[in-house]
């Protein structure tokens, strides 16, 4: 990847800097996007010391006029790009009743709409070889109750992830997904007690081996990879069989609920970030 430019949404904390970190140890030069200046100015820093190269890039990617511009501005100041990886993200858990329609359509603006326009904006940009990587969730692959939105939002992602693979076919830039199930940062340890006990029933990830499956998707053009891949053959099967999945569903949720209190009886250490991937 040497002198290749990789854009990473969602890159001051959790996976996003995971991604950024080993995208410049392997010699790119990244762009790490975030809304937060000062958490943004910490990544750039440490990718730096370990002698990366990185520029942050603030903004928020609700604001869909300054993500439109974003292709434009990184090619000015690199000279090229050729890697997305579309991480930012948003998650309001519970009931939709207990949340607002603005607050459940900022989830979308986050997790779709914005990878979108991304994906758009950077078509006259992503040089030969390159290539658009989505973090879904294994959310998309079969609903999570309490969050109708972002498991909406995740599936879409994956569905437009493999749709614009068509449209990006002929410049052979790669469209590819990455699906994990919990990963262990803040955007769900911060308030275990929010989160579903049916996400607690599978076993977590950490953000590097999502980041090592980013750069998968990357180096060997895989479409999609899930973690861990017996969830994600699990989340197939519940898809595909929602009356089977409808059966064991308490099992699980049993299983998690077990797990989860396990996690919080150790105080749990990883992960404070809050409710937004990479905020």
């Known amino acids: 990847m040497h002198q290749k430019v990789a854009l990473v949404t969602g890159a001051s904390t ?4 995971a991604v950024a970190k080993k995208l410049a140890a392997r010699g790119a030069k990244v762009a790490l996007v975030a809304r937060t200046r000062t958490t943004l100015d910490d990544a750039v820093a440490a990718i730096t010391r370990a002698g990366g190269i990185a520029e942050a890039f603030p903004l928020d990617v609700k604001d869909l006029a300054a993500v439109e511009k974003l292709p434009a501005a990184i090619v000015e100041r690199f000279g090229r790009l050729d890697y997305i990886v579309h991480n930012a993200g948003l998650n309001h858990r519970g009931s939709i009743a207990k949340h607002s329609a603005t607050a459940l359509a900022d989830i979308i603006a986050v997790n779709l709409t914005a ?11 992503l040089g030969r070889d390159g290539a658009n990587v989505y973090v879904a969730s294994l959310a998309g692959m079969v609903p999570v109750p309490g969050e109708a939105a972002y498991s909406a939002s995740k599936a879409g992602l994956r569905a437009f992830a493999r749709a614009a693979a068509d449209d990006f076919a002929a410049a052979n830039v790669h469209c590819g997904v990455v699906s994990p199930g919990p990963v262990s940062t803040g955007f769900i340890l911060n ?29 060997e053009r895989v479409d999609e990879i899930a973690l861990p891949t017996r969830s994600g053959a699990l989340a197939t099967a519940a898809y595909l069989f929602p009356k089977i999945a409808a059966k064991i569903r308490p099992s ?26 990479g905020d």
């Open 14 to 17: 959790g996976i996003g800097l």
């Open 252 to 277: 699980l949720e049993k299983k998690g609920r077990a797990a989860k209190e396990k996690w919080m009886r150790g105080g749990g250490s990883e992960g404070k970030n809050g409710a937004k991937n």
């Open 191 to 219: 308030d275990p007690n929010d989160v579903a006990d049916l996400v607690f029933s599978q076993p977590m990830v950490s953000a590097e081996e999502v980041a090592a499956a980013v750069l998968r998707c990357i180096d």
């Open 115 to 125: 990878p979108i326009v991304l994906t758009r904006a950077a078509l006259p940009f």
